[in-house]
């Protein structure tokens, strides 16, 4: 299984960005995808998650009402629309899946991870 995120970038605080991942190996139609960052310094923290059958979303706090999560079945690929993007969101973005999406949540349940994609955000 293969997580191929792409999209990241430097963007000016205010400004948006959109994340793309494909899964590639086997299907999580049934399951479920998500995004977890890492800042400098920091632990890896949950950003956010979909069930790829139903399309229920699932947010930390910290981007709740600033980022949307979708998703495309027939392309494998989930996408993290991030608005008003702030200085505190620069981090190391990574697409994760697994066979629950309310699972995803917890590093420790995350079953697949993909090579982070950077995201930086200038003041």
């Known amino acids: 299984v293969q997580l191929q995120a792409s999209g990241g970038g430097l963007v000016q605080a205010g400004g948006s960005l959109r994340l793309s991942c494909e899964a590639s190996?086997?299907?999580?139609?049934?399951?479920?995808m998500g995004w977890f960052r890492q800042a400098p310094g920091k632990e890896r923290e949950f950003v956010g998650a979909?069930?790829?059958?139903?399309?229920?979303?699932y947010y930390a706090d910290s981007v709740k009402g600033r980022f949307t999560i979708s998703r495309d079945n027939a392309k494998s690929t989930e996408y993290l629309q991030m608005n008003s993007l702030k200085p505190e969101d620069t981090a190391v973005y990574y697409c994760?899946?697994?066979?629950?999406?309310?699972?995803?949540?917890?590093?420790?349940?995350?079953?697949?991870w993909g090579k982070g994609t950077l995201v930086t955000v200038s003041s």
């Open positions: 190996g086997r299907t999580f139609s049934a399951g479920g």
């Open positions: 994760t899946a697994g066979n629950t999406a309310v699972r995803l949540a917890l590093a420790q349940w995350v079953e697949y």
């Open positions: 979909i069930s790829m059958s139903d399309g229920r979303t």
